[in-house]
């Protein structure tokens, strides 16, 4: 996958991206306008080029009271996330080029104000998808924030996530309209942090597209129209 190329679609106008985009970075910008006095932590798991939470922190009045940790595999994304980041002056803001899935990325971070697992879901298995929400007690605090997305293509995930969110502890506060095509939640953990596991996993990318074809090829076949006799 040219990640560069995909991250271009952003830019498109009025793209379904695009508009995903914006809603992410209205979510991000209220997340921080919320969050109580003082530090507020942000870990942001496969982050791409950054410009979710980068672009919102440029311009955000708590800019200076925020620590951020992003990680992201793709070498291309992070040298234009951190090329972002000094552009803004965001010197609290860490670019981590690795893999997002390794829990201990995050350490020393955690529990944080802000989790933003974003383009993740609709790249991961079902129970990947599922661990890495178990997971979130382990990135985020008491009261904290949860931003992820999910496309609605069929099978349409969305409903399925938020009940695991809340089997979790999770309380919902947002969530996207199904007519708006693509999928937005923002969760609030109601619980207790749990201790940080070293060592742990969170997920396998696999890529949208080779779940895609798996998902074709275990739909049923639609029955042969019968002739009338």
């Known amino acids: 996958m040219d990640w560069s190329a995909w991250h271009d679609q952003y830019d498109v106008a009025d793209s379904s991206m695009a508009r995903r985009l914006q809603t992410v970075q209205g979510r991000i ?11 507020v932590k942000v870990v942001s798991l496969c982050a791409g080029d950054g410009r979710d939470l980068l672009e919102v922190l440029a311009a955000h009045p708590r800019r200076d009271d925020v620590r951020a940790r992003l990680v992201e595999l793709d070498p291309r994304s992070t040298a234009v996330a951190r090329e972002r980041a000094d552009r803004a002056d965001l010197r609290q803001v860490e670019i981590v080029t690795g893999d997002a899935s390794l829990i ?60 695991w969110f809340e089997t979790q502890g999770f309380e919902l506060r947002w969530l996207s309209a199904v007519e708006a095509g693509f999928g937005v939640g923002v969760h609030r953990f109601a619980g207790t942090p749990q201790p940080l596991r070293h060592g742990m996993r969170l997920f396998e990318f696999v890529g949208s597209d080779v779940l895609r074809q798996a998902e074709a090829a275990e739909a049923p076949e639609a029955p042969t129209p019968r002739r009338p006799d």
């Open 104 to 163: 201990d990325h995050y350490k020393d971070m955690v529990p944080a104000d802000l989790v933003l697992v974003c383009g993740v879901f609709g790249n991961i298995t079902d129970p990947d998808i599922e661990r890495t929400i178990a997971a979130c007690k382990q990135l985020c605090t008491t009261d904290g924030t949860v931003i992820w997305t999910r496309h609605r293509r069929v099978p349409d995930r969305v409903p399925r996530i938020c009940d």
């Open 29 to 39: 910008l209220a997340a921080l306008s919320e969050a109580p006095a003082g530090e």
